[in-house]
């Protein structure tokens, strides 16, 4: 996705003939205007709350169970996450300018104002964006088929459709959708995909805004798109082998109450014996015997004391 700054250097071309909201979403084109790109935002944004309110409505599992094997939202892994992806795409960016043409930058109304707006709606666009793909889908079809590769490849050409990119756009999106899938799995939650999410979309949307490109129809070229992917690849693997990174990859009991309906972990030939929920692919912990409770039949008894 960061092939979509690269490619900046040169305003993209808007349609002069689209006369409302409806014509431009229908010429595959988001218009420019500040107000029409922020009810963009907005639109996706909304996928959060009602993901949300689904699960609550359902009443089979605690909120957090979306976000994390913990039960709970990991800020700390988030803000790293995020940290740790605005230098990397900086960096890109500044060796972008080196190697790929000159850019000129415009500080008018409108890109301070979309500017602005993605600041405040993109994180929770990209968090909507997650919990939809990476945790809601993800979470469903890792409960049927036991591979966790299954349940972040077969919801990225959906993920990827959202974007009116071309080719070339729409595999450096299928790229960083995989990787985010990856990260979600390696990490049991949704957290570092976030803010790997937000910190990209930060910067791909303010640029472009500052360029004077439509942040939805970026010139896209091969070189770039490489560009791209490789520091796509090579930001995921940092946050993969970062220590400071908490990976958690299984659940407790205590923090997940319920199962969904027909929960078969991915991986496991039969149902947890507990009420716990893991994420595709992980291993089920052992179950706890609550004390003061016999041992399960067949459980060998402990050693004897020789004293």
Known sequence: MI???IGAGTASPYSDEAEDFVEFLAAGVLPESPLE?????????VCFPAALLAVNI????KLGSLFSVGGKFRW???????AIS???????????????DDVTITTDGTALAILALTLVLVPFQATAEELLFRGVAAQAIG?????????FIIPTPVFVALH???YLGLVDVAVFALCAGFLAWATGGLEVPIGFHIANNWVAIGTAAFLGQNP????ITLPTTIFSVSTTLLITAFMYFDKRLTFQTTGTAEAIEKLPPAAIVAGQSNPPQFPGQQWPGQQRPPEAIPPNEPPPPGTPPPPQSNS
């Open 216 to 219: 939805a129809e970026p010139l």
């Open 3 to 5: 092939a979509s700054i």
């Open 76 to 82: 700390p892994l988030m803000f790293r996450a995020m």
């Open 164 to 166: 009116v990119y071309d």
């Open 37 to 45: 790109w922020g009810f963009t935002l907005t639109a996706l944004a």
């Open 86 to 100: 605005l230098v990397g795409i900086g960096l890109a960016y500044a060796l972008s300018n080196t190697f790929f």
């Open 143 to 151: 409960s049927w088929l036991r591979h966790p590769a299954f349940a």
């Open 58 to 61: 359902a009443g089979r599992r």
